[in-house]
């Protein structure tokens, strides 16, 4: 092994089973291209979906086994795991279950990798207290540790690649650049008045109530949809409301090639699906987001943005609990009113409330809203996931060391 104790890792495996399409695949990408980027370190990503994976970043090649994209190698996960040298740190991303061949080695080496168990996302009291908490393997000399990323300082901080919000900064003051953003997407630009949303949701039953909403609101609105699970709902939508549409390519439309829908004050822009780095910039560039899952819940939150997150949905619904405690967080530092706006209109759009007086009260807040979520990215901009997941793994170095 090369890794010496109290020093950063060389080589790191990073495992990801893809379990909710691209929320998965989505951190575990942005980890290992930060990790390799920034701070050199020789990242292989284990990844059992390659087809979810090429829809974020198309230059994978999903018959592929292995391949090397922007300085990561890439490795298919499959059933019949091949032998290799396991790394000197190893992370599994949201618990899934590392391969027992590959377990095994990492046992056997005299300098044992650094395990971590890199968790999802949650704003609840409890992470800080798991945080970094070791849990020895029943079997062998080996231990994993639960590393949580999160909002305070006692956490592990979030995913936040070096010059990030210098760029959102400077794509926000830029209006030619916005424009040319906006026509590389097909886009019209904006006009006087109009409110810019994106829309990026898992099947919602609030969506036609909002969509109306929109429709029949005294502010011109575009909504500009990446295409995804809701895609078939908007469609649906404006096929209960105008019967004298059209199917193009399965979906209902006015312009097949613009993949448009438009009536009253409502304008919709079927987008099709973006790399990471062009959905950072749509986020930037619109007035309001609307997110879902974690990846995007976060990169929602650096474009210092008005943002509504529908998380994902459990058939327990603890998912509440989750969305309640961010909320909460996140709304402390706004002025009251904007707060109960904010946490009003993510309870509506996850099923608790009624869209269309939320969005409402919501719309009216924006100005507040928008001054709270640059003042809140800021916040967390100083609690680095990858730097503070490099931390620790040097301080397990030193108390291995230590024992010895």
Known sequence: MTFVRNSQPETCDIFCAVVDNYGDIGVSWRLARQLAYEHGISVRLWVDDLRSFAKLCPEVDAALDEQYCRRVEVKRWGKEFPEVMPADLVIEVFACKLPESYVEMMAEQENKPVWLNLEYLSAEDWVEGCHKLPSPHVRLPLTKYFFFPGFT????????????????????????????????????????????????????????????????????????????????QVGQYFAEVDRDLSLHDGSVG???????????????????????????????????????????????????????????????????????????????????????????????????????????????????????????????????????????????????????
């Open 254 to 404: 006015i312009d097949p090639g613009l993949r448009k829908y438009e009536r009253g004050n409502l304008r919709v822009f079927v987008l099709p699906f973006i790399e990471q780095e062009r959905y950072d910039e749509l986020l930037w560039a619109c007035d309001v987001n609307f997110v879902r899952g974690e990846d995007s819940c976060v990169r929602a939150q650096w474009a210092g943005k008005p943002f509504v997150w529908h998380i994902y949905p459990q058939h327990d619904g603890v998912h509440m609990q989750k969305l309640r405690a961010l909320s909460t967080l996140y709304g402390a530092g706004a002025r009251a009113q904007a707060c109960q706006a904010n946490e009003n209109l993510w309870l509506a759009w996850n099923g608790e409330g009624d869209i269309a007086s939320a969005w409402q009260a919501f719309a009216a807040q924006r100005g507040e809203l928008e001054r709270h979520a640059l003042a809140w990215s800021a916040r967390l901009a100083g609690n680095n996931l990858a730097l503070n997941l490099l931390d620790f793994s040097r301080e397990v170095g030193r108390i291995r060391a230590f024992e010895i």
């Open 153 to 232: 300082p006692d956490t592990g901080g979030l995913l936040l690649e070096c010059g990030l919000l210098e760029r959102r900064d400077a794509l926000q003051a830029d209006l030619a650049s916005q424009q040319a953003y906006w026509r590389s997407l097909g886009v019209p630009e904006r006009i006087a008045g109009e409110l810019r949303v994106s829309l990026f949701s898992y099947e919602n039953d609030a969506l036609a109530d909002l969509l109306r909403a929109w429709e029949q609101g005294a502010m011109p609105v575009v909504c500009c949809v990446p295409e995804g699970r809701v895609l078939p």
